[in-house]
């Protein structure tokens, strides 16, 4: 399930490099590290909250250095193992996990992952000047996933100001998607 939108964000993550992590990105007040960053802390939270971790303890994980002087793949590969690993657990994806933005069972849980892939996928794209396409399918199936969250999703604190109503059904799918996100593509 996972596999194809990490793979999303993988492909961009390739062209970081020391150099660039300062750069700005489409998250106010994001630099490219700050982003590679919260993407591996996404993973590492949803590990500590399917080993049963308290919603303080993900919100830690979250906001914790994972990268330090490491390299950025190789810890964004080890944490994706480590989320795979948690998820094959018997049980526990269907068991209630005290996400921080309230009680979800463990599936909804990895699932939020497929949209951060995506979009943050995208951010980095737009950060670092490589190529933005989203995956087709992916992009579809998360749209349609998250398109009934319209009406709040700006008042969350996590999409930006959520979607700007300039776009309509025939807009493309990623871009209504990124700006269902926050995003002004």
Not at 8 to 30: I, K, N, Q, S, Y
Not at 79 to 86: Q, T, V, W, Y
Not at 126 to 134: S, Y
């Amino acid at each position: 399930m996972l596999h194809a939108p990490r793979d999303e964000f993988r492909r961009r993550l390739v062209h970081v490099t020391p150099d660039v992590f300062g750069a700005a990105t489409p998250c106010p007040d994001w630099t490219v590290r700050d982003l590679v960053n919260h993407v591996i802390g996404g993973d590492q939270m949803t590990v500590v909250l399917l080993e049963g971790g308290t919603t303080e303890a993900a919100v830690q994980a979250l906001g914790a250095d994972w990268i330090g002087d490491d390299d950025p793949v190789v810890v964004f590969a080890a944490a994706g193992e480590a989320l795979d690993r948690a998820a094959a657990v018997d049980g526990v994806l269907e068991r209630v996990v005290p996400h921080p933005m309230g009680p979800v069972p463990g599936h909804q849980a990895v699932s939020f992952r497929v949209a951060e892939y995506l979009v943050h996928a995208w951010d980095l794209a737009r950060a670092l000047g490589v190529d933005e396409r989203l995956d087709a399918g992916l992009v579809e199936q998360t749209w349609e996933g998250m398109r009934g969250l319209a009406p709040v999703i700006g008042g969350l604190g996590m999409f930006g100001s959520g979607p700007s109503g300039a776009l309509d059904e025939n807009s493309s799918p990623q871009d209504r998607l990124l700006d269902l996100s926050g995003r002004r593509p």
